[in-house]
């Protein structure tokens, strides 16, 4: 059977999805790849006469059910025609099922995922990636406009920018737990969110990329992070040949688990091909058996926010060593300020030092 990846766009109101789909059409297009796109099935749903703001309990719960069906029928019968493609091809989701969740309680969507004969578990498995482009609402308000979508409902005044953050996170909390969920920045130049977008997917089809290092910096932690995203994470390096990185990782959240293997290999001084799949927990206990003999395990936990549009993962160290701390920027590029919160104190600049990175941290003393 074809290997045909199955990614997911979403991102709270405003951030600029639809440019993105077209930009990723005429990219992959170019490069010899059939591009599937599955429409948001919420906004065919509203033009057709859905409320989803209605206060009719049972017109609501039959309106979302259908939702989730279509979504699961359309992404379904997209997969079959791509399956009788000759060249390569990639389906691309505009949002996916588990961005239904996000408003509803989840005692809602439980009921509704039980009757569809499904669950949260299984609905995140079925895509290898979940990019998520932060709404220009965080961090880029001068762009927030609501004129570009009939649908939306959030106002471009500061309660609508509000009420747009606060969407943008509950579509994240929808998602996490996905393996392979990327949060792509605001960026003063759009260009450069969506230039992170064929980045991101590029790597979930193994193309080659240019190696670009993320800032790092040591910090101290001076108060509260307003809602993060906390996960427990252990990290264990496979016996691999020379340049090549091969790492196990056990992420967990609220006490569920997920499992991948993941492969870096240089082919170049300055391209490397990096390949990511979800394992399951048996799979993971067997390849630790060839868990390499000069590292050690890497335990940490990890803090994922949002700060003025750009997003970060802090770094709390338990094993091998348990008095550091290390932030580190994803996808602020090289020309663009870092803004750093209040609540962190930064230390020292590790950027680019070899010290820190995970694969020399876990290295036998």
Partial sequence: MKDIKRIVLTGGPCAGKTTALVRIIEHFSSH???????????????????????????????????????QLALEDRFLRMAEQCTEPCIVVCDRGTMDI????????????????????????????????????ADGAEQF???????????????RGLQIARMLDKKVIDAWTGHPHLRVINNHVDFDKKLNRVLKEISNVLALPQPIQEERKYIVELKGD???PITSDITQTYLVAEPGCEVRLRRRGWDGKYVYVHT???????????????????NLYLSLLQQADPYRQT?????????????????????QPIDDLMILETKGITEDET????????????ITGNDDYYNYNIALKR
Avoid at 266 to 281: A, F, L
Avoid at 338 to 349: A, E, G, R
């Fill in 32 to 70: 010899g790849f059939k591009v599937f796109t599955i429409p948001e099935v919420p906004t065919l749903f509203t033009q057709a006469g859905m409320d989803y703001l209605t206060d009719n309990k049972r017109f609501f719960y039959e309106g979302e059910k259908a939702t989730l069906e279509i």
């Fill in 263 to 281: 492969t870096k290999k240089r082919i170049s001084e300055r391209e490397q091909i990096e390949t990511e799949r979800q394992i399951n927990k």
């Fill in 338 to 349: 870092v803004k750093f919160p209040p609540f962190l104190h930064v230390v020292k600049d």
């Fill in 144 to 158: 927030y406009t609501t004129s570009n979508n009939a649908s939306r409902n959030e106002a471009a005044d500061e």
């Fill in 298 to 318: 890497i335990h940490k936990i990890r803090k994922s926010f949002i700060w003025k549009g750009q997003y970060f993962e802090l770094d709390d160290y338990k």
């Fill in 225 to 227: 992070i307003p809602s």
């Fill in 101 to 136: 969740s996000a408003y509803m309680t989840p005692e809602l969507w439980e009921d509704i995922t039980t009757a569809v004969g499904t669950n949260t578990a299984e609905l995140r498995a079925r895509y290898d990636a979940v990019l998520h482009l932060v709404s220009a």
